[in-house]
């Protein structure tokens, strides 16, 4: 803290809804906070007004029910006084099963609580390059600008620094169709699941393994033992032309006048490799090189590969089928897919402008950048995707700032929450980091001790101990 020369003990970077929960938090703590927000000088291309908390997409904060990771996660912070939360509640409109907010009103209410706020200055200009206050915290959203791009990068590595976002789909373990799908590694190698080229190329060298046959009633208990990497959905010829088909003729949701569509080749969306010919995605994510299926002993036409998005291998990520289908027509399409015929969709694909480093090789315990000590993270930067998700980073980041501050031990959420989640995904090692919503998969799974519970059951019992760990949490702080 450079107290001789400022008069705040912290500096936050960013308007959104990250940089006024942080700050909102660290003044409710008792720090001085000055939020810098370059509106109304400059605007980003998304931006419509000169309020705080601006809404620039969807008024909606998605599902409320506690069934809902994001529903947890609402709750959480409701439970915990997250400012987003309270004026979401405020400001909030008919919308079914979601939490949904008139967006002005919730706009004007955040601006108003941040600027009423005794401990907290609101300045007006950009910030071109890092601060050199410390500490600091930066919030400053997707469309970071470019200046403070860059500086960051020069800071952490221009190879940690990414501008376009591409994700692909994840599943609920429970609902693929397991006698349908087997689990092996490409020519039953498992070290390329790290994104390591090496082992990659080590496994293209290798002869085919023999198939090897096996019981079909022992199928679905081998593939939740099995130690291989990925599960394989096999594809035969008419299935493969069909799936491709359907990937060609799809809605798309179409580019935001702001987002120059730039692809780059190692993450193109499988519907814009589909259209560069019938067979691109057979030679390329779906080859099915090295493989052999157990139940034909042979090799499929085609392949789509799911990867465990968290150690316990209740979550599966769609391996290279990030996409820009409509989230309708993402359901659809990848319900094509042999064993995801019933499949659950926890996260859909996207791919969009996205500013944001990569978390687990450069944030410590308290999303401190460690090239860069005092130097803060939050929202959309930091890796998370979503409203809720951003003000969730901006309230975690916040408390455990303070707790720095206060020179306490530092006491995160616990890993059974839902705000503990946010630290998980920040914290999880990727072959290629990509932002998340919150999902069921960043949670702590539950005691085996408990028994095997069905998939509502499951997700309730999490929830209510998630509340239990939250209250307490909160609690001790």
């Not at 809804?17 to 938090?25: D, I, T």
């Not at 060298?205 to 081998?222: C, F, K, L, V, Y």
């Not at 809720?388 to 720095?404: H, K």
């Not at 085996?448 to 509340?467: S, V, W």
Request: charged fraction near 25%; proline fraction near 6%.
């Amino acid at each position: 803290m450079n107290g001789a020369e400022s008069p705040h003990d912290v500096v936050v970077v960013g308007g959104g809804l990250a940089g006024c929960e942080a700050a909102y938090q660290l003044a409710q703590r008792g720090l001085r906070v000055r939020l810098v927000e370059m509106k109304p000088h400059k605007r980003t291309p998304a931006q419509t007004s000169d309020r705080l908390a601006e809404l620039v997409c969807s008024n909606s904060l998605r599902g409320a029910a506690l069934s809902n990771a994001v529903g947890l996660l609402k709750e959480e912070l409701r439970r915990a006084g997250s400012l987003a939360l309270r004026c979401a509640d405020e400001t909030s409109v008919p919308a079914g099963g979601a939490l949904a907010v008139d967006r002005e009103r919730f706009a004007e209410a955040m601006t108003r609580a941040i600027e009423a706020h005794p401990r907290i200055t609101v300045e007006h200009r950009e910030v071109t390059e890092i601060p050199a206050e410390r500490p600091v915290i930066l919030a400053t959203g997707p469309l970071t600008s470019d200046a403070l791009a860059a500086s960051l990068a020069a800071a952490v590595g221009a190879e940690h620094l990414a501008y376009y976002d591409a994700i692909a789909p994840i599943v609920s373990a429970d609902s693929i169709d397991w006698s349908r799908v087997w689990k092996q590694s490409r020519y039953g190698k498992g070290g390329a699941v790290r994104g390591d080229r090496a082992a990659q190329r080590e496994q293209a060298a290798q002869p085919e393994r023999a198939a090897q046959p096996e019981d079909a009633a022992d199928r679905r208990d081998d593939a939740e033992a099995g130690d291989e990497a990925y599960v394989n959905c096999p594809f035969d010829e008419a299935q493969y032309k069909a799936f491709v088909q359907a990937l060609v003729a799809s809605e798309k949701v179409e580019a935001r006048a702001f987002e120059e569509v730039r692809y780059f080749e190692g993450c193109l969306p499988c519907e814009v490799m589909a259209t560069r010919g019938e067979q691109t995605l057979a030679f390329g994510p779906m080859k099915p090189v090295g493989l052999t299926d157990p139940r034909t002993g042979r090799r499929p036409y085609a392949v789509l590969q799911l990867r465990p998005e968290d150690e316990a291998a209740t979550a599966y990520n769609l391996v290279g089928f990030q996409t820009r289908m409509k989230f309708a027509e993402q359901l659809r399409v990848f319900r094509m897919v042999p064993g995801l015929e019933e499949a659950e969709f926890l996260r859909m694909g996207s791919v969009h402008r996205n500013t944001f480093v990569d978390a687990p090789a450069l944030l410590g315990p308290a999303m401190e950048l460690r090239a860069l000590p005092g130097v803060h993270l939050a929202g959309q930067i930091s890796g998370v995707e979503g409203y809720v998700e951003s003000a969730a980073a901006g309230f975690v980041c916040a408390i455990l700032l303070a707790q720095q501050l206060r020179n306490e031990p530092l006491r995160p959420p616990p890993p059974t929450t839902a705000l503990g989640g946010i630290l998980t995904h920040l914290g999880r090692k990727q072959p290629t980091y990509q932002p998340s919503n919150i999902t069921w998969a960043h949670i702590a799974p539950l005691d085996p001790a408990q028994g095997k519970l069905r998939k509502r059951a499951r997700y309730e019992a999490m929830a209510e101990r998630a509340l239990r760990d939250v209250d307490a949490w909160r609690a001790s702080l």
